[in-house]
């Protein structure tokens, strides 16, 4: 499926490959989430001597979002002499970064993302798990307004966002818990979203067999 963000991974915590998408532009490269198998995958897919901006946005702090940040942060300074910026809303980013040996002059943090490709990017505040602060996100990407969950128990903070907007990457789990949407629960919700012309995107995957091939059946 061609989509406006590239694939890194899309597996839940659990999996092989963690959650992670990006945009490359000219000089611009833009990674969403870090997960702790991301940085391998960074470090193959990517020539970052190429680019003029390293972007990484996080949105929240468990390891298979963050846990290679720190990581491509000291690859990049040490091995490209190249300084991270940091979106992010999450409270306690610079102390997770501080005990993992990064220091603040090898990156820079803002809450803002704005490149040739990307406008209009707004956090959205949504729920996942109450030990943590977590953040979803709206944006125009090649004058296409995409939305993405990251993490979620809930879509309640991103339905007043879907107007216009061609794509929605959702966390859906199959076995769902407290912590992520359940797939059948959503799925009928899921359905009118498409109807109206939004792309559902799934992702952070549990069962991607069966939950990538109920939203190609619209069932």
């Known amino acids: 499926m ?15 490959n963690n959650n ?3 945009i490359e532009e000219n000089n611009d490269l833009t990674i969403i989430d870090a997960g702790f198998t991301v940085f391998n995958e960074i470090k193959h897919r990517f020539d ?26 000291l690859y990049a300074y040490y091995i490209h002499k190249k300084i991270i910026n940091i979106i992010s809303k999450c409270e306690h980013i610079q102390t997770f970064l501080k005990i993992t040996g990064v220091t603040k002059n090898m990156y820079n943090l803002s809450e803002m993302l704005e490149t040739e490709d990307i406008k209009h990017f707004r956090f959205i505040k949504t729920n ?13 990407i090649k004058k296409r307004k995409i939305i ?5 128990n ?8 879907l107007e216009n907007a061609e794509e929605l990457y959702i966390d859906l789990s199959r076995y769902g818990g407290e912590v992520h949407l359940k797939f059948d629960d959503i799925r009928p919700k899921l359905i009118e979203i498409s109807k109206k012309g ?15 091939e109920k939203i190609a059946s619209h069932t």
Request: glycine share 6%; hydrophobic share 30%.
């Open 2 to 16: 061609e989509t406006i963000l590239k694939n890194i991974g899309k597996d839940s915590g659990f999996g092989d």
């Open 20 to 22: 992670s998408w990006y």
């Open 48 to 73: 970052l001597n190429k680019f003029n901006n390293i972007n990484i946005v996080i949105t929240h702090l468990h390891t298979d979002h963050s846990g290679s940040l720190p990581q491509i942060i």
């Open 128 to 140: 996942h798990c109450k030990e943590l602060d977590t953040y979803g996100f709206s944006a125009e």
């Open 148 to 152: 993405y969950t990251s993490d979620t």
């Open 154 to 161: 809930t879509i309640e903070p991103f339905l007043q966002e």
């Open 198 to 212: 939004t792309k559902v995107i799934p992702m952070h995957l549990d069962d991607a067999k069966y939950i990538e």
